[in-house]
């Protein structure tokens, strides 16, 4: 059994930020990529940004400058700091990771997401 347990969103205004938190727990073996996503109301579920094993990070364009993805392998934590945060950025943050569980299946996981609201 994996969970990933997705924290750390709230109410802020445009141009502030936010430090979202993901924690994978369980019979994991190894975690593959990690990364976060938001789904607007009315909207698609999108990628906002992904970062691999070793460190190698993608993100979406509208988030480029202004979000930083990055991942604690010790703690199978993965984090996103969010900067300079605009009313459009108002979606639920989910989680994903690609986990190796520890009888060597590999499983695609999601966090039960957490909201983020950007006041103009």
């Known amino acids: 059994q994996v969970q990933l347990v997705d924290s750390g969103g709230g109410l802020v205004q445009a141009g502030g930020s936010l430090r979202l938190s993901c924690v994978a727990s369980?019979?994991?073996?190894?975690?593959?990529?990690m990364g976060w996503y938001r789904q607007a109301p009315g909207k698609q579920r999108e990628l906002v940004a992904h970062?691999?094993?070793?460190?190698?990070?993608n993100y979406a364009d509208s988030v480029k400058g202004r979000f930083t993805i990055s991942r604690d392998n010790a703690k199978n934590t993965v984090y996103l700091q969010m900067n300079s945060l605009k009313p459009e950025d108002t979606a639920v943050y989910y989680c994903?990771?690609?986990?190796?569980?520890?009888?060597?299946?590999?499983?695609?996981?999601w966090g039960k997401g957490t909201l983020v609201t950007v006041s103009s």
């Open positions: 970062i691999t094993s070793g460190g190698s990070t």
């Open positions: 994903n990771a690609d986990i190796i569980l520890s009888d060597l299946r590999g499983m695609d996981y």
């Open positions: 369980g019979s994991i073996f190894s975690i593959n990529a």
